[in-house]
């Protein structure tokens, strides 16, 4: 499968640059953030290739994604301790007290630091300067430690620092030619950090609460759900919930070419709006990659 947008690394001001693709494609240079569509990882970090990770929902971990062509991440953000007993989840009462990891609800089942991850994402774009991604964080620490983490990782670098709202949409060469490169948004608090967006103040979506196939396929999957349906980004959540252990027999019905592109366009169709991240599970089963081409043509 051809990996998206491994190409361009010259000056963004050179005349080579100009002609230089965006994410993968020369077409998408000129299209604001809101008319290109990224394909996206359901919990990122819950990854099969990472050490301590159980009950994983994707194939391979952040650096490997990102590397096949992934440009949205959704992470989740806690705050948690190394034990003898391994990574545990800081309780309530004390909050605020450990190190902050990526996990899924409970860290004892997986945990990646989360600065070392974010690392891995400056790693990556350091090495492909024509390439924009998109973080969605749900985030269970202070908004302080998130940009704190973004600091000591050195993305905080790469993060775009201008105005994100319904008709304050960059394009990707903007984005490029400023070198911040990163959309970084989170679902519970943004707080006053400058460049932690609000998610659900700009993004919509459709429910993600889906226990079979026929769930995720039926016109009703495209229903409004978080953020209003004036704002500028659009989510779609393509995955089914087998909550405790995930399946990938389901992604590969869910993710297949045709299931894929199908649900899409009746969510556009549905909601008035393109699908910017389209987001699943077990990125490697179907052909998320190749529907995301297509919508962007």
Known sequence: MLAVGLLGCGSSNSTESAQAPCNGSIHLCDRRLDQVVFAATHNSMSAADQEGWRATQQEKGIPSQLQAGIRGLLIDMYYAVRTPRGVQNVPKRQLRVGSVYLCHTVCALGAT?????????????????????????????????VARVFERSGLDRYVWRGALGPGRMPTLREMIDRDQRVVVMAERDAGDVPWLHDQFAVVQETPFRFHTPSQVAAESSCR???????????????????????????????????????????????RHHLANLVAVDFYEEGDVLGVVRELNR
């Open 113 to 145: 630091n989360a600065t070392a991850a974010l690392r891995g994402v400056r790693v990556f774009l350091a090495g492909h300067r024509r390439e924009v991604l998109m973080i969605s964080i749900e985030d269970y620490v202070r908004p302080a430690d």
């Open 224 to 270: 409004e759900n978080r953020g209003s349906p004036q704002n500028p980004l659009f989510l779609l959540n393509n995955w089914v919930d087998t909550s405790p252990v995930p399946q990938r027999r389901f992604a590969a019905v869910v993710n297949s070419f045709d299931n894929l592109l199908r649900r899409a366009r009746m969510c556009e169709r549905v």
